[in-house]
Nanobody, 124 residues
Framework: QVQLVESGGGLVQAGGSLRLSCAAS????????MGWFRQSPGKDRDFVAAISRSGGNTLSADSVKGRFTISRDNARNTVFLQMNNLKPEDTAVYYC?????????????????WGQGTQVTVSS
């Protein structure tokens, strides 16, 4: 069973930065793409960023391009989301997810395993 544990969320002022981490269990981390999604109360879970298994290909939502960067360290079974210039509209629970394939995808249905989420709150 794959377990994903997010960390690094918190409260930050607008314009600030946070770095989210997601530690994965198991020996097959480097075989699968990883993604970050976010969800606000009453809204659907939205794509934020994704990275292929090697890290050579990344995707980002238009709303975070130029501000958020996804990366991974396969030796440490960890994926990161560096978030800069945060805005109040970035407030949400952020979820880490492991894809069912090796290519990065924006689609929720492509992801087989999910973490419990970490809260990010950006104050104005």
């Amino acid at each position: 069973q794959v377990q994903l544990v997010e960390s690094g969320g918190g409260l930050v002022q607008a314009g600030g930065s946070l770095r989210l981490s997601c530690a994965a269990s198991g020996r097959t981390f480097s075989s699968y793409a990883m993604g970050w999604f976010r969800q606000s109360p009453g809204k659907d879970r939205d794509f934020v960023a994704a990275i292929s298994r090697s890290g050579g290909n990344t995707l980002s939502a238009d709303s975070v391009k130029g501000r958020f960067t996804i990366s991974r360290d396969n030796a440490r079974n960890t994926v990161f989301l560096q978030m800069n210039n945060l805005k109040p509209e970035d407030t949400a629970v952020y979820y880490c997810a492991r894809s069912a394939s090796n290519y990065a995808s924006t689609r929720v249905v492509e992801y087989a395993y999910w973490g419990q989420g970490t809260q990010v709150t950006v104050s104005s």
